[in-house]
T-cell receptor
Framework: GQSLEQPSEVTAVEGAIVQINCTYQTSGFYGLSWYQQHDGGAPTFLSYNGLDGLEETGRFSSFLSRSDSYGYLLLQELQMKDSASYFCVPGTGTYKYIFGTGTRLKVLA | DVKVTQSSRYLVKRTGEKVFLECVQDMDHENMFWYRQDPGLGLRLIYFSYDVKMKEKGDIPEGYSVSREKKERFSLILESASTNQTSMYLC????????????FGEGSRLTVL
């Protein structure tokens, strides 16, 4: 079977740091992707972790621990435009990408 | 720029109608996907295709079928539309390198009356 867990909602203030956690149970796990989706928009790709450890892309970082079936997305120096939904997406060798319900991030001024 | 184009942004159909949602990508990607997105339910995978004429069921294929006759085009078909198929439909494509990077179209909002 497959399961995916993220917090449904996270709130933080502008300039702060926020971490969005993701735990998964996925057969044939290959790697973990993160997507951002603004209201009314399409999901856009943020990052991919194929190996354990931290990947950094500007203000965003993503972490993966395969042994713990766990990952997180770290957003630093939060801006109002970061208010969006964030999805962790486990990848498998079958290309069946499951998005789940995601985490809604609200950034307050 | 990579481009995934969905033929209609907004559609209104009647119950029982046959509905075609078209998606075209210009990136020569092998993989294509159809998702639907509903409030509180996130994105749910309907069907995906990893090659021409190949298709695999996602998590919610009931009431849908797909067609992939050409590499660049992936069609979602609602044989007999029902009100519970009112939703936002998102098409995506990806290369075969399995890095989890999907490119999405802007979505098609379907209302079934």
């Amino acid at each position: 079977g497959q399961s995916l867990e993220q917090p449904s909602e996270v709130t933080a203030v502008e300039g702060a740091i926020v971490q969005i956690n993701c735990t998964y149970q996925t057969s044939g796990f290959y790697g973990l992707s993160w997507y951002q989706q603004h209201d009314g928009g399409a999901p856009t790709f943020l990052s991919y972790n194929g190996l354990d450890g931290l990947e950094e892309t500007g203000r965003f970082s993503s972490f993966l621990s395969r042994s713990d079936s766990y990952g997180y997305l770290l957003l630093q120096e939060l801006q109002m435009k970061d208010s969006a939904s964030y999805f962790c997406v486990p990848g498998t060798g079958t290309y069946k990408y499951i998005f789940g319900t995601g985490t809604r991030l609200k950034v307050l001024a | 720029d990579v481009k995934v184009t969905q033929s209609s942004r907004y559609l209104v159909k009647r119950t029982g109608e046959k509905v075609f949602l078209e998606c075209v990508q210009d990136m020569d990607h092998e993989n294509m996907f159809w998702y639907r997105q509903d409030p509180g339910l996130g994105l749910r995978l309907i069907y995906f295709s990893y090659d021409v004429k190949m298709k695999e069921k996602g998590d919610i294929p009931e009431g849908y079928s797909v067609s992939r006759e050409k590499k660049e085009r992936f069609s979602l078909i609602l044989e007999s539309a029902s009100t519970n198929q009112t939703s936002m439909y998102l098409c995506a494509s990806s290369p075969p390198d399995n890095t989890g990077e999907l490119f999405f179209g802007e979505g098609s909002r379907l209302t079934v009356l």
